[in-house]
């Protein structure tokens, strides 16, 4: 058959067919990336849980907001006057980096921005102190990894760990002391952490 004998009609309804087809192939819960002048990443999907509220079509804009990351030091070596003996949370004085501001530098407790896997790790050094700590980072009150020093023949040892935790939005994450005393300070001790990746 010919195509110039086809009525103009059922070409345009072919023509829209062929093309209709592979578009409405896709579900509607598939997600593409736009790239819009090599500048801006699109991302259209249904149920933008681990993005702030989009429009009415669950369109979200992702951009360097999403960023989440500090790191603590202990600048001074303070007693442990400085530390609560009811609660034995290790508190550090300085403020390396703070994105998007999820660590509170007062309670020295970090503030997990939405539910992801997180990253922390920790360095805490005991000075003078023949005894042997325990340090544990804990989320909501439950340790999740510890770490020891306890070697008597040094004058400073460290207290040092790291690991990956997923957490929800609004759990907590700080350092706790769990054994021992920093009866000689805790100058030069670190605490870091960042959203690896939302969920």
Not at 29 to 50: A, H, R
Not at 62 to 90: C, K, L, W
Not at 171 to 185: H, I, P, Q, S, T
Request: hydrophobic content about 40%; aromatic content about 10%; charged content about 15%.
């Amino acid at each position: 058959m010919h195509l110039g004998s086809v009525h103009p009609d059922i070409l345009l309804l072919l023509g829209m067919l062929l093309l209709w087809g592979p578009l409405g192939s896709r579900g509607q819960n598939d997600t593409e990336p736009i790239i819009l002048e090599g500048k801006c990443l699109v991302v259209c999907d249904s149920t933008p849980s681990s993005e702030p509220a989009g429009n009415a079509l669950g369109m979200s804009v992702r951009s360097g907001s999403g960023r989440v990351a500090f790191s603590a030091s202990r600048q001074t070596n303070h007693e442990p006057t400085d530390m609560s003996n009811r609660t034995m949370i290790i508190y550090f004085d300085n403020i390396l980096v703070n994105v998007g501001t999820h660590f509170d530098q007062e309670s020295s407790v970090f503030l997990a921005p939405r539910r992801g896997v997180y990253s922390f790790n920790f360095h805490v050094v005991k000075a003078y102190n023949r005894q042997t700590i325990q340090v544990s980072l804990m989320v909501n009150g439950w340790p999740m990894i510890s770490a020891f020093a306890g070697d008597q023949d040094v004058t400073r040892e460290a207290a040092t760990n790291a690991g990956l935790v997923i957490m929800e939005k609004g759990d907590k994450a700080y350092l706790r002391l769990e054994r021992g005393n920093l009866m000689g300070g805790w100058k030069y001790s670190t605490f870091s952490g960042f959203l690896v990746f939302p969920l």
